[in-house]
């Protein structure tokens, strides 16, 4: 972790290193992987296959660039399903959807069910639960896709992304027969990103438990109902190169996919598109529980009110809203299980809870340019006497950026609802900080935070605040 400059807010502004745009999205796919509940690099290697397979098919360059970006963010919509998953199967949300991506038909899918529904429940739950499950069946399926698809098509247009990526990633799900989801489509209208992109997924999860030939086996296996049998041949052939598997496990795949002509074209990363895409990015996380809807945005308003209480520049400020809006992106590595517990959590649970933080510095700090926003992102549940976590930080490695942002989620966590409880009014919440003042928190950070929510007008406005009041989300973002 940085020591940083507790000043550096009266000098600094964001960080000026030249961002390509695939380094950016390849370093935030991680995060996409983990509430997948894929092995790391996932969509990187989805990305290096499809883009073999463009290869062969004399693609394009504008083609190969939509493509390239189908691929590496086809899991955009991921999380926004993930805690009905957990209601209705009553299970762990992340092997659930691993488990998932090796099932081909009804005979594997009872299976499926039956391994993957309510497992630790009492045996007359767990009974009844499958019983409900496959009651409605169809119904659950169409409406957990349909969720995915179309949610993660709406992110990519938010992320400027043409209109084939967003195609391309809303029907990720359809299958060649048309027994696929959510529209049925057969055949060639289903977008031919969208079939590259499945088949490449397939052949990651396969290639990587059970080896190239099984990968390849099962393309052939579901070709002509999954799959499209034209492309078959050319994924595996592929596939059956002497040096693919060696390749796919290459730790050097990553720089591979990241210096392709695609990721290495400088689209204009400037800072409206950082904002943009920490924008998305904060929706992606915030999609994960009912609970932390609106939670990143929240916070992020709270830190420009406190930013601007204590004087910092534009820049600073700008850089500031960027953290609070990505302070949670680890969230998505943790099964919604644990994030909507309504009652109290054993040491184990509150162990791999503790390590958001620490997942989220992993993915952010890939990206050179925010390497100390990663930093500050990670600190938000340090406290001043070193009693916080996940490095257990004290006051003396505590920069002013880490205070301010424990300050505002610590804010925002309790006049939100929360699994345990309703939101607290604002007395109850004061009450609550002025003990922590001093020990836990910054006191002039949270002395910034009363006297900015005294100007706003606390509680009118939109989540409790007048826009004009903090940091205001751009004009096309959702609204809460």
């Not at 969208?194 to 990968?215: K, N, T, Y």
């Not at 409880?421 to 009363?450: F, H, N, V, W």
């Amino acid at each position: 972790m940085t020591n940083l400059d507790p000043n550096s807010h009266l000098t600094s502004g964001a960080p000026q290193e030249t961002l390509q745009l695939g380094e950016l999205l390849g370093a935030l796919s991680h995060a996409l992987d983990m509430t997948e509940g894929q092995p790391k690099g996932h969509c990187l290697r989805c990305c290096w296959i499809g883009m073999q397979v463009a290869a062969e098919l004399g693609m394009a360059p504008q083609a190969r660039s939509d493509l390239y970006f189908t691929l590496l963010m086809k899991d955009l919509g991921c999380s926004s399903n993930a805690a009905r998953i957990c209601q209705l199967y009553k299970t762990d949300d992340l092997s659930f959807k691993r488990n998932f991506k090796t099932v081909n038909g009804l005979r594997q899918g009872l299976g499926f069910l039956w391994r993957n529904t309510a497992s630790a429940a009492a045996p007359l739950t767990r009974l009844k639960t499958l019983k409900q499950v496959l009651a409605k069946n169809s119904s659950i399926a169409g409406e957990l896709i349909d969720t995915r698809c179309n949610r993660g098509a709406a992110i990519a247009r938010q992320m400027r992304f043409s209109e084939a990526v967003a195609e391309g990633i809303a029907c990720l799900d359809e299958h060649w027969d048309g027994g696929g989801l959510p529209l049925g489509l057969t055949g060639d209208a289903i977008p031919l990103f969208s079939r590259i992109a499945l088949m490449a997924q397939v052949v990651d999860v396969f290639a990587a438990g059970q080896g190239a030939e099984a990968a390849a086996a099962e393309l052939e296996r579901r070709a002509g109902t999954w799959f499209d049998p034209e492309l078959v041949p050319v994924f595996t052939s592929v596939i059956r190169r002497p040096r693919f598997l060696p390749d796919l496990r290459d730790p050097g795949l990553e720089a591979e996919v990241l210096a392709t002509p695609q990721a290495r074209h400088i689209h204009p990363v400037d800072e409206d598109y950082l904002d943009e895409i920490s924008e998305a990015f904060s929706l992606v996380i915030d999609a994960k529980s009912p609970f932390t809807h609106g939670h990143s945005r929240r916070v992020a308003r709270y830190t420009a009110m406190i930013c601007d209480q204590l004087g910092y520049t534009p820049a600073r400020r700008r850089w500031m809203v960027r953290g609070a809006l990505l302070h949670d992106i680890g969230k998505l590595g943790i099964p919604n299980t644990l994030l909507d517990k309504p009652g109290k959590m054993t040491e184990a649970e509150i162990a791999r809870m503790k390590q958001h933080p620490v997942l989220g510095h992993q993915v952010l700090s890939r990206i050179f340019a925010f390497r100390e926003l990663a930093d500050v992102s990670a600190a938000h549940h340090e406290r001043l006497d070193g009693k916080g976590y996940p490095y257990g930080l004290d006051a003396g490695q505590l920069s002013q950026e880490m205070r301010i942002l424990a300050v505002a989620d610590i804010f925002d966590a309790l006049t939100a609802d929360r699994p345990y409880r309703a939101a607290l009014p604002l007395d109850e919440t004061y009450a609550i900080m002025d003990k922590l003042s001093g020990s836990g928190i910054d006191p002039d950070c949270y002395a910034a935070l009363q006297d900015a929510v005294t100007a706003s007008g606390w509680p009118s406005g939109q989540d409790g605040l007048p826009q004009e009041s903090g940091w205001a989300a751009p004009d096309h973002a959702e609204t809460a």
